[in-house]
């Protein structure tokens, strides 16, 4: 089961759920916005990318890579 956090799809408030990624994740503190079927979390130095599963209506998003914060 994965973690539920609370993003903004076309500016209304919805709850969504992270499935893999960092164990240790916790839902951020600034509002999250998913753009297309994507998301991007800031977390520890880098951002954890999560791509969504399934039709576009599905609330459900897997971890698909991390990146490093660009200097």
């Known amino acids: 089961m994965g973690n539920h956090i609370e ?24 509002r999250i916005y998913v753009h297309g079927n994507k998301i991007k979390l800031l977390y520890r130095a880098g951002y954890e990318h999560f791509e969504q599963v399934g039709e576009p209506e599905s609330r459900v998003f897997r971890w698909a890579m991390r990146t490093a914060i660009a200097e």
């Open 7 to 30: 993003v903004i799809i076309d500016g209304k408030p919805a709850a969504i759920e992270l499935e893999g990624g960092p164990p240790d994740i916790t839902p951020p503190t600034q």
